[in-house]
């Protein structure tokens, strides 16, 4: 259940950051709303989760998988580049995560 928590948390965490590019810095009120909204539920599920998770792994696991994603939605949906750099950065993000999993670190 610990993960199906922070799964939702990492959903709610990356339409929280993307709503903030909207904001135009929080100058619009639907994404300013929708940030806060999507941070708050984002943290309750966290804290939710921190439960049965360890904190190590599931805070590397949030910002990582959220920190990759919110990369790949810019390069697909914002206009963003993507350059070797990106993706490698991209992978390394993915790859340690699995490692901290495939360690037992949780």
């Known amino acids: 259940m ?4 922070l799964a939702g948390a990492i959903a709610a965490e990356v339409a929280a950051t993307t709503a ?7 100058s619009r009120l639907l ?3 929708l940030t806060a909204l999507g941070y708050l539920l984002s943290f309750t599920l966290l804290a939710q989760t921190l439960k049965t998770v360890s904190v190590g792994t599931a805070y590397a696991i949030w910002a ?3 920190t990759a994603a919110i990369a790949t939605i810019g390069i697909l949906f914002m206009g963003e580049g993507m350059t070797v750099t ?3 950065g991209i992978a ?6 699995v490692v901290l999993n495939l360690g037992g670190a949780h």
């Not at 610990?2 to 928590?5: D, F, N, S």
């Not at 903030?20 to 929080?26: A, D, L, P, Q, T």
């Not at 390394?92 to 995560?97: A, S």
């Open 2 to 5: 610990g993960y199906l928590l």
């Open 20 to 26: 903030m590019k909207y904001s135009e810095g929080f």
């Open 31 to 33: 994404p300013s709303l």
């Open 64 to 66: 990582g998988v959220g």
């Open 86 to 88: 990106k993706a490698a």
């Open 92 to 97: 390394l993000i993915i790859v340690g995560v």
